[in-house]
């Protein structure tokens, strides 16, 4: 793998990342092992990077404070990410549902440009939210493409765009922490010793300089319609993958 590659596949994800609070890795996976990478290697890369981002968006968002979502997604979603993630790196038992998980995204991406069946979905994952964090939890840890449905759970819940980047990046951030801490107990990683650190570091340069400040930037019903399009393009690209 390209080190100016993969150094500029980090900046350009981080961007996302800092805005929407997800993408460096549903985005940089796909990439990153088309470009040569093993499995292990890519997550040793891009887990720091994105943990640095969630954590900045967790600390300016207004701290770890365990709200009754953040239990929810403890109890429900992040011991199935956990079992998930050991089943891949020390089983090799993985779950390849990219057309499945595409057409849903793109289906709800499309019902949240409608304003009486986005409010219909928005009651279904409330009224059902347990049951949409377990579901959360076993497509990211057997497939690492939680990204586009921990966005599509969230949105629905909360309405303010700093509501719903703290939202996701607590989560997003706790789900890299599990797998990160797999990876370095069940495996060992190809790392290069000065890439591992400056990744991070690249990141977070990218979230203070850019990201932080286009998110910003956004008003509300802006926001909204962006995070509408990128849940249909997590979708549009998975399905293309698939």
């Known amino acids: 793998m390209l080190e100016l590659t993969l150094c500029l596949v980090v900046i350009v994800l981080a961007g996302v990342q800092s805005v929407f609070g997800v993408g460096l890795l549903v985005f940089g996976t796909p990439t990153l092992l088309l470009l040569g990478g093993s499995f292990e290697e890519v997550l040793a890369y891009l887990l720091p990077c994105s943990i640095v981002i969630s954590v900045l968006q967790v600390i300016d968002g207004g701290g770890f404070r365990l709200d009754p979502m953040r239990r929810r997604f403890l109890l429900f979603t992040a011991p199935l990410v956990l079992l998930g993630t050991v089943l891949i790196l020390t089983v090799g038992v993985g779950l390849d549902i990219r057309l499945i998980v595409g057409a849903v995204l793109i289906f709800s991406g499309v019902i949240r440009l409608l304003g009486p069946a986005r409010q219909a979905l928005s009651r279904l994952v409330r009224r059902h939210l347990p049951g949409f964090l377990v579901l959360l939890g076993a ?30 990046a607590f989560c997003y951030g706790t789900m890299a922490l599990v797998q990160l801490a797999t990876l370095w107990v069940t495996s060992s990683p190809d790392a290069s010793p000065w890439l591992w650190p400056l990744l991070p570091a690249l990141a977070a340069v990218t979230y203070i300089a850019v990201g932080n400040r286009a998110f910003l930037a956004a008003n509300q019903a802006g926001y909204q319609l962006a995070l509408t399009t990128l849940i249909i393009f997590f979708g549009v690209a998975l399905v293309v993958n698939g």
């Open 139 to 168: 497509v990211h840890g057997l497939s690492n493409l939680g990204g586009g449905v921990l966005t599509l759970i969230v949105g629905s819940v909360y309405d303010v765009k700093e509501e719903i980047r703290r939202q996701i």
